[in-house]
């Protein structure tokens, strides 16, 4: 008798975790989606190329990466990929509000908070980060993106230095895959 309920037990336990098995599979490869104005930042998966006021240098070549990861969940920035300089950016919805890691050459890691949005920008402001006393150290403080059209957009990245806006760094950037 002890064993025949022992094998009703773990018959149904086996049930019980292969529905969950089948449900979570069936359900983990939805596409995601995300608020609007990340929907918008996914929009923005492939290469762009452009100028910059003043990184490396003022007329400097600019090249940005975006890529979808995170089954979709994330988009990654990636800026001049390959070179000493790159940077990474992780744009995401936190609570349906999309916002951004920013990994900084400048060996900090800011986060923003989309703050305001219409049809053509999206506007981000430092919320907190790592590696930074707001009031001391030099970091990216904001990030405004400027949809021109489909193939153009505009970054700009002002950066604070001793607790007020130091720079802004303007990048012109046209799509190319």
């Known amino acids: 008798m002890k064993k025949?309920?022992?094998?009703?037990?773990?018959?149904?336990?086996?049930?019980?975790?292969?529905?969950?098995m089948a449900y979570a599979g069936e359900h983990s490869h939805l596409p995601y989606s995300g608020s609007k104005e990340f929907e918008r930042m996914k929009e923005l998966a492939g290469a762009w190329e452009g100028t910059s006021n003043n990184m490396p240098k003022e007329g400097g070549k600019?090249?940005?990466?975006?890529?979808?990861s995170s089954g979709g969940s994330s988009v990654v920035e990636t800026l001049f990929p390959g070179t000493a300089h790159e940077m990474v950016s992780v744009y995401y919805d936190n609570k349906g509000q999309l916002t951004m890691t920013h990994y900084c050459a400048l060996?900090?890691?800011?986060?923003?908070?989309?703050?305001?949005?219409?049809?053509?920008?999206?506007?981000?402001?430092f919320v907190d980060g790592?590696?930074?006393?707001?009031?001391?150290?030099?970091?990216?403080?904001?990030?405004?993106?400027?949809?021109?059209?489909?193939?153009?957009?505009?970054?700009?990245?002002?950066?604070?230095a001793d607790g007020k806006e130091k720079e802004t760094?303007?990048?012109k950037l046209s799509r190319v895959l």
């Open 107 to 125: 060996r900090n890691q800011p986060r923003m908070k989309l703050q305001d949005a219409d049809a053509q920008n999206l506007h981000f402001v």
């Open 169 to 171: 760094s303007v990048f």
């Open 4 to 20: 025949s309920i022992y094998a009703l037990v773990a018959g149904v336990y086996l049930l019980f975790v292969g529905l969950v």
């Open 62 to 68: 600019v090249r940005v990466e975006y890529r979808l």
């Open 130 to 160: 790592s590696n930074i006393d707001p009031m001391k150290d030099a970091y990216m403080h904001s990030l405004t993106i400027s949809f021109v059209d489909k193939d153009h957009i505009i970054q700009k990245w002002t950066l604070f």
